[in-house]
């Protein structure tokens, strides 16, 4: 997987890459690699010099201005502790940290250089030694040294869950020389290994190690609002706590000429304003001011809801870019660590009484698809029945699995005539009625205890009861006791980490090369581990084991029937309620930008790669400010 520095992309930031199969045939051992791709060569091979879409004469300047719903009390992301401020992330350095490599923005399963100008790995992948470009810096000046490479591993490793379980198989970090770091694996034959290294966020040993203002030794196993010595092209230039944090562009970053920099973070000012209300976040929106780019998610909106004047009188752009790497399983995630929900044939009720076809034709006009698995939208999503590799590999578990997984199409059904819905209602009833549990009085309850079928689908999202409703109204018509619980997203987020929930809806990101953060989503480890996306709270020898299988995978072949026996097995255990996806981003911004001629496919509209048209902003300024 791979993830996104721009804090817009934040959801689906979060990621890792696989090496391309057979490389290492290709290349010596102990030769220095830059630029590499999983499937085949990059298409800047190893001579990258920008990437092909970017205006390398793109002026600086200027204000983007954001908005994030909710609220922060941390600069200090790597923990559980606290909910971190916009600009910061979990995995990998946001705004203010570089990392030793920068996974590419057009292509998949591709990084360039940043901290790191190289990297080997022998044969056997049982190791993976990163050379710094001696260019590197913090802001203070000083340089960026292996010390602080080998104490960021330690410390992320010791107390940042993300980080723990990405790195799982890494066992030691040591200088081996002034400019390089070798990591060395517990196992051998993992491709993905000597990758996804390149994600470390590299952190000041040096100011981490310091004291404060006051004297008082600086802790990173806790949250802060210190603001942090970083090394990338911003640094927090001023904040309120919870309400407002703004970044400014750092003069003299030492990596601004690097190919991966060259045309992109052009902004001189980074601002995020916080909301508790969406409402009030939209007003902000369409008056200007506060929010220069609005992504929008809802069908229904984008339909209806861009109508406002500034749009009307085009000083509103709405538009829409295609984005490769969108696709991902969104749904209502289970916690299977409550009873109610871990018997398979409840599971499988509840999956089929979500209404897709009506909500999409009567709140999204039609223009999302219905989720399939859990890697729509590509190659490595399964389809049909087990044949082939695939079903080599189901057959060692035949014995453990249902039936129907080998021999029926994993599909729910349709709500696509007046009928359907009382078959289906009579379909989940009979599920189950099978699980032990029966209709008295109205009310859904356990045929041994008369306990009552009850749970509630946890949100912080105050707009998202008008699509959450439907499937609330769908269940309560055979006697469920489902209910909406609304949080402020400090609390959902504390919730969630803990799993402190019966149903959440979940966003799972994929890439075309899963590898190691499958273990984050799946793993038995990962359930019991506190911060960890297993929301649904897998705990199935069997998945552990399709996990291991596509981290370890061959070649290309392997992966993909490895990873489409995943897919089948999460599919048929019902652990999510899948909800949508499409392969379209959806944004309107205030006409005060440059834009280059193309963006990238893979992720969408690269937002660090726009720049302010100062004369556009100056219009704007002066018809809204006299109030034309």
Same mark, same amino acid.
């Not at 721009?6 to 051992?29: E, H, K, N, R, Y």
């Not at 390149?198 to 404060?212: F, I, N, Q, S």
């Not at 089948?568 to 652990?575: E, G, H, K, S």
């Given at each position: ?54 205006? +390398?004469? #793109? ?7 954001? %908005? !994030?719903?909710?609220?922060?009390? $941390? =600069? @200090? ?56 470009? +001696?260019? #590197? ?7 960026? %040294? !292996?010390?602080?490479?080998?104490? $960021? =591993? @330690? ?474």
């Amino acid at each position: 997987m791979r993830f996104h520095r721009s804090g817009i992309w934040a959801a689906a930031a979060l990621a890792a890459s696989l090496f391309p199969m057979g490389l290492a045939t290709s290349q010596a051992a102990d030769e220095w690699r830059t630029t590499s791709s999983l499937i085949g060569e990059s298409k800047y091979g190893e001579n990258f010099q920008r990437y092909d879409y970017v205006n +390398p004469d #793109a002026p600086k300047g200027g204000t983007l201005n954001s %908005t !994030v719903l909710g609220t922060f009390d $941390s =600069f @200090n992301p790597y923990i559980v502790q606290g909910s971190a401020a916009a600009g910061f992330a979990q995995l990998g350095g946001g705004l203010l940290y570089d990392t030793l490599m920068e996974q590419a923005t057009d292509e998949g399963s591709v990084s360039h250089p940043l901290i790191a100008d190289a990297y080997k790995y022998p044969d056997d992948y049982s190791s993976a030694t990163y050379r710094l470009d +001696p260019r #590197a810096r913090w802001h203070d000046g000083q340089p960026i %040294t !292996v010390d602080d490479v080998v104490w $960021s =591993f @330690n410390v992320l490793k010791a107390h940042s869950p993300m980080y723990n379980r990405y790195f799982e198989n890494v066992t030691e970090a040591k200088a081996i020389s002034d400019r390089e770091v070798e990591f060395t694996f517990d196992q051998k034959g993992n491709r993905e290994l000597p990758k996804i290294i390149g994600d470390l966020a590299v952190l000041p040993k040096h100011w981490w190690e310091g004291t404060d203002a006051s004297g008082k030794k600086r802790d990173i196993t806790k949250s802060t609002l210190e603001i942090p010595l970083g090394s990338a092209a911003y640094k927090i230039k001023s904040f309120k706590p919870g309400s407002e944090i703004i970044w400014e562009r750092v003069p003299d970053y030492w990596a601004a000429k690097l190919p991966v920099k060259i045309g992109r973070e052009n902004w001189d000012t980074r601002r995020y304003t916080y909301f508790l209300d969406e409402n009030a976040e939209w007003l902000a929106f369409t008056k200007g001011g506060l929010q220069d780019i609005n992504t929008e998610n809802s069908g229904r909106d984008w339909k209806t809801k861009y109508d406002f004047p500034a749009l009307k009188a085009g000083d509103v752009i709405k538009t829409e870019f295609k984005a490769m790497s969108r696709a991902n399983m969104q749904g209502f995630a289970m916690n299977t660590r409550r009873p109610l929900f871990q018997d398979r044939r409840v599971r499988q009720a509840l999956s089929y009484l979500n209404d897709f076809d009506t909500i999409n034709r009567t709140q999204s006009f039609g223009l999302n698809t219905r989720i399939t698995s859990y890697f729509m939208g590509s190659d490595l999503a399964s389809s049909g029945v087990p044949q082939g590799k695939e079903l080599e590999i189901l057959n060692q578990y035949k014995d453990k699995l249902p039936p129907e997984l080998f021999t029926q199409e994993w599909k729910l059904p349709a709500f696509d005539t007046p009928q359907a819905e009382r078959k289906i209602l009579r379909q989940a009833v009979d599920l189950l009625a099978s699980a032990g549990w029966v209709i008295k009085g109205g009310k859904m309850v356990s045929a041994e205890s008369g306990a009552p079928f009850r749970f509630e689908i946890l949100d912080f999202r105050q707009g998202a009861e008008a699509t959450l409703m439907p499937y609330v109204t769908m269940l309560r018509k055979i006697g469920i006791d489902a209910s909406l619980r609304f949080v402020d997203q400090s609390q959902y987020v504390n919730r969630v980490n803990e799993f402190d929930f019966d149903m959440i809806t979940a966003a799972l990101p994929q890439s075309d090369s899963p590898g190691n953060e499958q273990r984050d989503y799946w793993s038995s480890r990962a359930a019991d581990a506190p911060g960890s996306r297993n929301y649904s709270g897998i705990k199935d020898p069997i998945v552990d084991a399709l996990v291991d299988r596509v981290i370890f995978a061959s070649d290309r072949d392997d992966l993909i029937a490895a990873t489409h026996a995943l897919d089948r097995v999460l599919l048929w255990n019902f652990y999510v309620v899948p909800q949508f996806t499409r392969p379209d981003v959806w944004l309107a911004y205030w006409n005060k930008f440059g834009i280059p001629d193309k963006q990238p496919t893979y992720i969408g509209p690269d937002l660090d790669s726009w720049w302010i048209d100062t004369e556009k902003e100056k219009a704007l300024a002066a018809k809204y400010k006299s109030g034309n």
